[in-house]
Each structure stands twice: as C-alpha cells, then as structure tokens.
C-alpha cells in the first residue's frame, strides 16, 4: 500500500464512522497513466446507498484537501463506493462477519484438484479455516491452511 496511506485513513475514518459507516477498504493504485483513489464503505445492515456515498464523497474530498502536506500531491481521481455484496474478506470484523455465512475461496495452488471452493465458513484461527463444502449431494468439511489463501470473499449462494 502507497507509503502515506495511513494519514488518508486518519483523516477519513473520523468521517466515515461518524455517519455509522464502516471503512472497509482503501487503495490507491496507477491505472492507465490515471491515479485513483479507492475508498470502499459499507453500512449495517442494508448496505450503504448512492446519495449517501455522494455526500459522504464531498466531505472525503473537502478533508483530503485540507491535509497539509498533502499526502498524496500528484493528481488523481477520488472513488468512493460500496464494496459490493461480494466484498473481499480483509479485517477482523470481517472475518467475524463471515462466520457461518457463504464464501468464496481462491487458491495459489490447487488442493483436492481444485483452485477454488465455495462453502459455508464454520471457522477459523490463525492456521487455517474451515469450509463446508458440498459435493454432489453430501456436504462435506474442509481444512485450508491460510498461507495457500490467495483470496477470500463473501459470496452468494445459488
């Protein structure tokens, strides 16, 4: 993550958490010669909606201008936006959220033949986690250890 990256988050937090929202990711990032800024917020229990990301975007904007020096002097564009049902799952609140709920796992290497598994995340520790699978018809428990997590995400179950 960009080096002044934290004092972004020190400024925004106060912000975001004073409107009962929830600071769920951020990340500044070059894309096609463009620097944006990312900032993804949620709200409990139904989610965060387009006006009031809006009005929480023109005080984001208005704090960031105010921060001196500025952390982040080269040009860029401001997004703010709601992480999607499909959020990564990156925090601790977000791994407590995640319990017993549906999702998504990414693998670096392949285990049981497979790169990915979807499932029901009965728990977790610093190890590994443990995901209910389903196999055909029958459901079935899986260990994975963390270091072969290359993502993991809430999903929706079909």
């Given at each position: 993550?960009?080096?002044n990256i934290d004092k972004v988050i020190e400024v925004i937090t106060p912000?975001?958490?004073?409107?009962?929202?929830?600071?769920v990711d951020i990340e500044y990032v070059k894309e096609n010669n463009q620097n944006y800024l990312r900032i993804y917020v949620d709200r409990e229990p139904n989610g965060i909606d387009i006006d009031e990301?809006?009005?929480?975007?023109?005080?984001?904007?208005e704090q960031l201008d105010l921060i001196n020096p500025d952390p982040l002097p080269d040009?860029?564009?401001?997004?703010l936006s709601s992480p999607g049902v499909e959020r990564p799952i990156k925090t601790e609140a977000d791994w407590c959220k995640a319990k017993n709920d549906y999702v998504h796992v990414g693998l670096y290497k392949k285990i049981n033949g497979q790169k990915s598994y979807e499932g029901t995340l009965l728990d977790y520790d610093m190890d590994k986690i443990i995901l209910e699978i389903k196999i055909k018809t029958q459901?079935?428990?899986i260990a994975i250890p963390h270091n072969m997590i290359a993502?993991?995400?809430?999903?929706?179950?079909?």
């Open positions: 993550m960009f080096k912000l975001v958490h004073a409107r009962g929202d929830e600071l990301i809006a009005t929480l975007s023109e005080s984001v904007s040009p860029y564009i401001l997004e459901q079935k428990k993502n993991i995400r809430f999903a929706i179950k079909f």
